[in-house]
């Protein structure tokens, strides 16, 4: 029998607030989701409050995980700004506005960047990242961990696209992970990746409506509360934009480097230069930029066309100063090898797409190398 949202309700009536009451009659909880053993919620406060919560928000997840048949609780703090006050400064919504993430200070003057810390047994993590949706981000993703994966890495893939995650799609995999003795999730492993995704956890059609704090803990959550084990390499599938994950990722694990992915046309060029200014602006190194679907190539008569224009992503590179990483066709094999679950370098190793994979693996893998070896 599934856990409910009562046992869940009479857990919560045992955590005490700073009100003086239950949490349950506090007036703070959203509506609560529970099925198959996962648990998610957010506790809604003032801003002003935000800092007396947070051992609240521990005591609630704690109460959570220890109801019987609990496998999986997420419970975010949500502080909520009282009407008529004075806006927060701009943040992280667009490239402009990056400006004040990193110079902002909270509360005591800490940086921001105060709380970053490795994760025990992994080697270096990096982002691959986007300014928009729909350019074939996690595709890349996954067939730049295989190809890593080909060069001799141990690689793991964590899909952070919280709204959209497409890896369990990309893989194949349906299964649910399961917990270590110390109730960590355990990465599932298919073509030699550990691989981790909320999708995992929640079912296909399930709309994410969440606020940015219940992002930021379900990222901090897939970083921190799984067995990732000895990697050399932790690739993140980051949602496209430059919000809420992406600067949770930056401020929660020190990583070493973001890829930036685009197509030719301007519309997509203009949405990475803000995420490559992002990654910039919280110290994030910029291990370069790939031309998805940079060209297409007739499989009957070999003919190339550049629908989306051709090389923008290369001059983009070049006038930022960034490495560029490689070119990606559109092509038909990696559409179809994708949506079967089964990518094309693993499915297609001695094609020429897997080629051009490796060989951007290559180029990344030749920039890590350091953290690597210290590891």
């Known amino acids: 029998m599934g856990v409910t949202q009562q046992q869940v309700q009479d857990a919560l009536a045992k955590v005490a607030t700073p009100r003086g009451v239950a949490l349950t009659n506090a007036g703070v909880l959203s509506p609560i989701s529970a099925s198959d053993g996962k648990v998610f919620f957010s506790i809604n406060v003032e801003a002003s409050e935000a800092r007396a919560w947070e051992s609240v928000r521990a005591a609630a997840e704690a109460a959570v995980r220890a109801i019987p048949g609990v496998e999986v609780a997420m419970v975010a703090l949500t502080a909520e700004r009282k009407a008529g006050s004075a806006a927060p400064p701009p943040q992280h919504r667009h490239a402009q506005g990056v400006q004040n993430v990193a110079s902002h200070r909270p509360p005591g ?50 899909d952070a696209d919280i709204y959209g995650p497409s890896v369990p799609r990309l893989t194949g995999l349906r299964e649910k992970p399961q917990l270590s003795d110390d109730r960590k999730m355990i990465p599932l492993q298919r073509f030699g990746l550990s691989i981790m995704s909320i999708g995992f956890l929640v079912e296909e059609e399930t709309a994410m409506i969440w606020r940015g ?28 934009g430059t919000g809420d994950a992406q600067l949770t990722l930056a401020q929660t694990v020190p990583l070493k480097g973001a890829i930036i992915i685009s197509t030719p046309q301007d519309l997509s060029l203009i949405d990475a230069r803000r995420g490559l200014a992002m990654f ?20 009957h008569c070999g003919t190339k066309s550049d629908i989306f224009g051709h090389g923008g992503a290369r001059h983009e590179a070049e006038r930022l100063g960034v490495p560029f990483l490689g070119e990606i066709p559109l092509h038909i094999s990696i559409r179809t090898t994708s949506d079967a679950g089964t990518p094309v370098v693993e499915s297609e190793p001695s094609g020429p797409h897997a080629a051009i994979y490796r060989a951007i693996a290559a180029k990344v893998r030749d920039q890590l190398q350091g953290a690597i070896a210290a590891a």
């Open 109 to 158: 003057g800490a940086s921001p960047m105060a709380k970053q810390a490795e994760i025990p047994g992994v080697a270096a993590i990096i982002a691959v990242a986007s300014g928009k949706g729909g350019v074939g981000k996690s595709t890349t993703a996954l067939n730049l961990a295989l190809g890593l994966r080909d060069l001799g890495l141990r690689v793991g893939l964590l």
């Open 213 to 240: 704090p219940m992002v930021m803990s379900a990222v901090t959550q897939m970083l921190r509360d799984v067995v990732w084990g000895k990697l050399d390499v932790l690739v993140v599938d980051m949602p496209p």
């Open 280 to 299: 910039r602006k919280v110290n994030v190194p910029v291990l370069g930029i790939i031309e998805n679907m940079s060209y297409f190539q007739c499989p």
